[in-house]
């Protein structure tokens, strides 16, 4: 059961324009949210996380909406830089259900075009 | 700060085989998760270590094993190895105090596997 979903498997921005990376989820016990950036050959690095208590967090060039009614979340680059060019996903875990595992979405792979 | 190590970086076996793979945690962290990334998906949670214990699975079979040492670092062992289990093993650290998750994991660079 795919209970993280990224539903756009690519985009391609001009450099400079606003990024925007969506993401569904099913599981209402979810509370804690993440963002991970993957370049080929290296492992996800952390980008901006967010908590359910929370429907927004920014950091930077980068921010995180949460919609909880809506079960939705996405991310913000602004303005987005060719570097940013990388496969994003999105992950969500139950913290304070002590589960231990968090779910990924498939990713999306974002192109930045100078 | 040392970050998430994992060794080898890529591992060619048959199936049928074993195969164990190694991951060194951040320093400071003593939670160790395990994933599986096949090609054109996410991550998905195999397990996870803490205090030398699995502390949470996902939906793999018994044949997928672990092991945490005091040190924190933690192996990934893959017994009767099938095409399938071709992916990316993905090793992540996190901390955890007085029961409650850290809620941020810190990835390594992977051990990519094929399974011929």
């Known amino acids: 059961d795919q209970q993280v979903k990224q539903n756009s498997p690519s985009l391609s921005v001009q450099e400079g324009r606003i990024s925007i990376l969506n993401c569904d989820y099913t599981?209402?016990?979810?509370?804690?949210f993440l963002w991970y950036k993957k370049y080929p050959a290296e492992g996800p690095t952390f980008l901006i996380s967010?908590?359910?208590?929370?429907d927004k967090n920014e950091d930077g060039r980068f921010t995180v909406f949460l919609n909880k009614s809506a079960k939705h979340l996405s991310l913000h680059i602004v303005p987005s830089q060719p570097g940013d060019s990388a496969v994003y996903f999105c992950?969500?875990?139950?913290?304070?259900?002590?589960?231990?595992?968090?779910?990924f979405g498939a990713g999306t792979r974002l192109t930045v075009k100078p | 700060e040392t970050g998430v190590t994992q060794s080898p970086t890529h591992l060619i076996k048959t199936r049928g085989q074993q195969v164990t793979l190694r991951c060194s945690s951040q320093?400071?962290?003593?939670?160790v998760s395990w994933y599986q990334q096949a090609l054109g998906q996410g991550p998905q949670f195999i397990f996870q270590y803490y205090r030398e214990e699995e502390n949470g699975r996902g939906n793999f079979p018994p044949r997928f094993s672990g092991l945490q040492f005091p040190n924190y670092s933690s192996e990934l062992n893959v017994n009767a190895l099938e095409l399938d289990d071709s992916a990316l093993y993905l090793c992540?650290?996190?901390?955890?105090?007085?029961?409650?998750?850290?809620?941020?994991?810190?990835f390594g660079p992977g051990t990519r596997l094929l399974v011929l």
């Open positions: 320093s400071g962290h003593n939670t």
């Open positions: 992950a969500a875990s139950a913290i304070r259900g002590g589960n231990n595992d968090m779910r």
């Open positions: 599981n209402s016990m979810f509370d804690y």
């Open positions: 967010i908590s359910s208590i929370k």
């Open positions: 992540a650290s996190s901390s955890k105090a007085s029961g409650r998750n850290q809620e941020t994991q810190y």
